[in-house]
Each structure stands twice: as C-alpha cells, then as structure tokens.
C-alpha cells in the first residue's frame, strides 16, 4: 500500500479531558483510516501511485475529487495528530514566537485570529496556521483541502491546524465548538509546530 495510517504517539486517552478516547479512537481508526484506505484506492495503478501526499496535493485541480477529499484527508489528520500532545510546553517560543509576534503582533492576537477562523468556517473544514515565506497567516479551508493545494484561496505550509468536523468533537462538546476550540490550546505540541515552521 501506498499510504500507511500512522500509529499515534500517544494512547487514545492521553488528550483527557480535552478530547476524549472515544472520539480518538474513532477519528483515528475510522475516519483517518477511511481517507487513508480510500486514497490508495484512488491511486493505486494511476500514475499517482508512489508519488508523496505533497506532490499530489499540490497538483490535486488535475485529479478526481476522490484524491483531493481522501488525499487532504490522509495528509491533514497526520498533521493534526502530531500537533496535539499530551503535556507539551504551553506556548510557543523561539523563532516561532518571533514570527508569531512578528506576524500578529501577539500570541494572544494569533490566537484570536485562529480561533475566529475555527469558528466562522462553515460546516466541515479546518483552521490553519501557515508558513508563507518568513511570515505566517492564518487560514481556514471547507472539507479536506488544505494550503498545500493548488486549489486553496491561502496557499503555504500548514504548521498548525484544528480540525473542525463535528465528527472531531461532537462527543464531548456536541454543538459547542467554540469550547473544543478553547480546549485545543491545552493540547497543542508546539514543539511540532516549531518543527515544521523551521521544515
Ligand atoms: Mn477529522
């Protein structure tokens, strides 16, 4: 197979009480394992078999809306499974923090900004934190696109996302997204973060 859904770093419940088991477990095995079945499906015998998720998602206008929904879906739960842990350090720190000031004037101003992304996107999708360059934006996409397309309105390197699917949260919060959003800043890796902006 093409695309291995990835084992996670942490045990299912290790997020408590932020995000519950139940909805990992489910997320994890069901949904992310779904977009990674259905994506090497997609691919395999085409001429996109073998190549990396980046390079097919930033060419995905010239394929089917299979490989942009499960190849978006295959790239985005890796990242935000790795941009999540448990008992990380609290807040940025380092050129990310420089950037992050540099680019919002604050933590808390980026914080705002994210969290209005989160919160005013529509239906399904994601809020983003973007590499453009030595600056950041933030971003939101519907669905499973992310800036890495091709057909994304902000286009860069993601290097924080939140998933807002209610399949994401729905458990625990039911219809308050806005409190699964606050709780994710409990769990964010910025370790991994700061990774991927110097990547
Ligand atoms: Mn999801």
Redesign the pocket.
Known sequence: MSFELPKLSYAYNALEPYIDARTMEI?HGK?HGAYTNNLNGAVQGTALEGKKIEEILAGVSAHSAVVRNNGGGFYN?NLYWEVMAPGGAKNPAGELLDAINGSFGSVQNFKEAFTKAALTRFGSGWAWLVRQGDSLVVSSTPNQDNPLMDVAEVKGTPILGI?V?E??YYLNYQNRRPDYVDAFWNVVNWDEVARRFKG
Do not use: V
Request: charged fraction near 15%; glycine fraction near 0%.
């Open positions: 997320h949904h739960h998933d699917w399949h994401a």
